[in-house]
Every structure is written in C-alpha cells, then in structure tokens.
C-alpha cells in the first residue's frame, strides 16, 4: 500500500486537504480489503468534521467510479438522459417523467435499482405488473432502447463497489449526512451508469434525507458541479418531500397512479412534478431549446396519449400484461385493509412523511433487508394531504396488506403522523428552485 492510513486520518482531523493519490489509493486500497473498518471510518469521521474542497470531492467521486464497471450506452442513438431522485416517499414520478421524454423523442435507457426502505425501487415498481421482465441481456437493452425508445432495467453488474462498501460503512458510524460524501456517492453511479446528461431531483422535507431548503440547494450545486466536471449536463430540481407525492405508497398502487396521471388524470402534486422534470429531461436531450418548451412537449405528449401509448410499449416489449393500463384489478390486490380516521375536525396542518413511510414499509410495500420479499399490493393511500379540510372521524390514510397484522400495525403507527389544526393551512410548495440550467 502507498499510503500511511494514520497520517492521512491525522491530516484531515487537523484540517488539511487530501492529494489525489491519497483519496485514490485510500478508495482503491479499502475496496480490496487493505484498510481495516477502524481506519477508514475514522477517515470519514475527520472528513464528516473537516470537509472537502470540491477538488477532493471529484476525485472522490472518480475514484468510487472507476472501482467498477463503466456501462457503455454508445451503441444507443441520441442523447441519453438519466433522472435521478434522492428519494421520497410515494415517488413514482420517474414512472411518468421517463414515457413522456421518450414519446417526445429522449432515448430512455434506464437502469434503476431496487429499493431497502419505505418502499420498493422502480424495478419492484414495475415488477408489480403481472409477467414485466426486469432484466435484459445489453444487447437486447440496446436494441430494445433503440425501436422502442425506452427500456428500464435492474441494474447489473458491478456498478462503484467503492461506494457501496463505504456506504454501509458510513450507514453505521454516523457519517451519512456530509454533502461531499453523499455527492459522491450519488454522482460516482450516476457518471458510472453512462448517460450523456443528468437530471437530479433533491428532495427536502420531512421525509427526505435533507430536512431543509438551504442543505437540499447545497447538495444539488456540488452535484451539478461535479457532474459538469465531469463532461456531463447536470440539471437539479429541489421539490418538496414534506408529505408522500400524490395518494398512492407503494408498489402497485404507485404504478396504478402513475398510470392515471398519463391519462391526465393523476394528482395535480404527480402530474406538475412530472411534468416540469419531463419537461427539463426533453430540454437537456436536446429535443427542446428551453425547459419550458420542454415542458409543452411533455403535455402534449400526455394530452395526446403519445406518453401512454409509450408506457404500452414498454410493458409490452418487456413482457408484461398491457392490458393493466384499462383494468386495474388486474395488478396484484391486497387481501386487508385498515384505516386511520381523523380524531378532530380541521385542517391538515403537518404529515411526518417518514412515519408514513416507515408505516408503508411495515405493510411488506418495502424491505428491511436485502432479503426480504416485497408484497407488491400493499401500501398506503394518503386521503388527505395538506392543506385538505377533515371532519371527525373521516378517513385520513388506508394501509392495505395481505397480512392482516402488518395492515394494522403499519395504521397504528401512523395515527401520530398526521396534525390537524383548527387554522386553514396552505400546502408547501412543491417544487423549490431549480440548479443547472
Ligand atoms: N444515496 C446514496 O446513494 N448515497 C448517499 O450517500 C446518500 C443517498
């Protein structure tokens, strides 16, 4: 090894920056196995404290990069436009965004992963449509990609296994949250993935990872930046995760609503997101000049069916049953339900997001370990949201499960997660500022 673990801990703790080489041989040497635990996570702790200039966070990055495989997407015509979100609870959005840029021309070539939380990823989204394939062999993405203009795959191979040692690492030493070290492990599979262009969606609120506007902004600035250093257009939008986006948490019924809101039918919170992210995806893919033509591409694309009919496409060239577009009952069903009622009349003042979240996942709508099964019918349907007036006793969330004691606990543990006041409350806004463009 070409580095000394303990003076490189001691420079950071006193405040230095760290060379290229040692951050390179530092994610080199610890994604084989040569730096014990110890070392490194007192590495991340001075670097959690003392920081990262935004030299040492890109070298990070290209360093957690280069530790896997490089996906190839050339073979694919266009410009290939990978949105990305930070996570949220109820977000389907990419559901939605993804057909529309492709029906208006944006080659979409997406590789999701699966989801360890409240709910499951895309690809146990898509999962939940009876026969959808989520592996493709790269020859069969490509061409798939190519005809069609969209294919949305699991994510194979061996995609910064630097990062995903260190984040566990970090997952258990209190080291998550530094923007230098989230930015990098975000950006290091976004640049690893192989798209011409990135659009990140940052959540911030109450059921987000960032709890306030001004983190969220920073975290999207060092992202956009790292991503221009890169080569790559980098957009980045900061929107609101005070509440679950639209009604529906889970994985079935979010599919159901993304359905919906390409009928033009979806709720306004789902549909404006969607679009507006539609609308930037179209303008960084080079099929519009600005974002807001972009953006009346994207609804026409839904006023038209053009962005539905893609979402049949895709279903169908991937196996799955297209019919689930006219015939909900069609997806998996939940065999119980359970719901939780207002205690008082008023207005909804507040929702912990990750209560309901974490209630969602109790239902088995998401997994506590890599192990678990999903149940692909269970969920929650937020009634009301805030802003919206109650009456006592009326219904506030249904947990649905196909077991009846996940649906009862998962309610019980999201009566507290929801604040009624007698003052009229408006409803946060949705979508904050955007970086990049
Ligand atoms: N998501 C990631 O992939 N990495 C982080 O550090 C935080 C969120």
Redesign the pocket.
């Known amino acids: 090894m070409n580095i000394n673990m303990n003076d490189i801990i001691v420079k950071k703790r006193d405040g230095g920056k760290l060379t290229e080489r040692e951050i390179r041989e530092f994610v080199k040497e610890y994604t084989l196995g040569n730096i014990p635990d110890y070392q490194a996570s007192a590495l991340l702790m001075a670097i959690f404290f003392r920081h990262m200039d935004d030299e040492e966070t890109f070298t990070l990055t290209d360093a957690m990069r280069a530790s896997g495989d490089n996906v190839d997407l050339s073979a694919i015509k266009g410009i290939k436009v990978d949105k990305h979100s ?2 949220g609870v109820g977000d389907k959005v990419t559901l939605v965004a993804a057909p529309i840029a492709s029906a208006c021309g944006v080659p979409v070539a997406k590789m999701s992963g699966r989801g360890l939380g409240f709910t499951g990823g895309t690809i146990d989204k898509l999962e939940s449509i009876p026969g959808f394939r989520t592996t493709l062999e790269p020859a069969e993405f490509f061409t798939q990609v190519n005809e069609a203009g969209i294919a949305l795959i699991g994510q194979s191979g061996h995609i910064a296994p630097a990062d995903k040692k260190l ?1 566990a690492l ?1 997952d258990v030493t209190g080291t ?1 949250e530094n923007l230098s ?2 930015a990098s ?2 950006m290091s ?1 976004k640049l690893a993935a192989g798209s011409d262009a990135i659009l990140l969606d940052v959540k911030c609120g109450s059921g987000a ?1 960032m709890k306030d506007q001004k983190a969220a902004e920073e975290l999207g600035e060092i992202m956009c930046r790292i991503g221009t250093a890169a080569g790559k257009k980098t957009a980045a939008c900061i929107t609101d995760m005070n509440q679950p986006l639209g009604r529906a948490v889970g994985n079935s019924l979010e599919v159901i609503e993304a359905i919906d809101t390409l009928k033009g039918e979806g709720p306004a919170d789902i549909t404006e997101l969607s679009l507006h992210l539609a609308g930037i995806m179209i303008y960084l893919g080079g099929r519009a000049k600005t974002a807001s033509a972009g953006r009346s591409l994207a609804e026409h694309a839904v006023a038209s069916g053009a962005a539905l009919a893609r979402l049949r496409t895709l279903i169908e060239r991937q196996g799955g049953d297209p019919d689930v577009i006219d015939d909900y009952s069609l997806f998996p069903q939940a065999k119980f339900e359970e719901k939780v009622l207002a205690e008082s009349a008023g207005f909804v003042a507040a929702i912990d997001t990750q209560l309901i979240g974490a209630a969602s996942q109790h239902t088995g709508a998401g997994r506590a370990t890599k192990e678990d099964t999903i149940d692909h019918a269970a969920g929650v349907t937020v009634e009301k949201k805030i802003g919206e007036r109650v009456t006592r006793g009326q219904t506030l969330a249904v947990f649905r499960s196909n077991d009846k004691k996940k649906a009862k606990a998962a309610a019980d543990m999201a009566r507290a997660a929801f604040s009624i006041t007698l003052e009229k409350q408006t409803a946060p806004v949705l979508i904050k500022s955007t970086i990049g463009l």
């Open positions: 930070t996570g984040y970090r998550v070290l989230i492990s975000i599979k990872f």
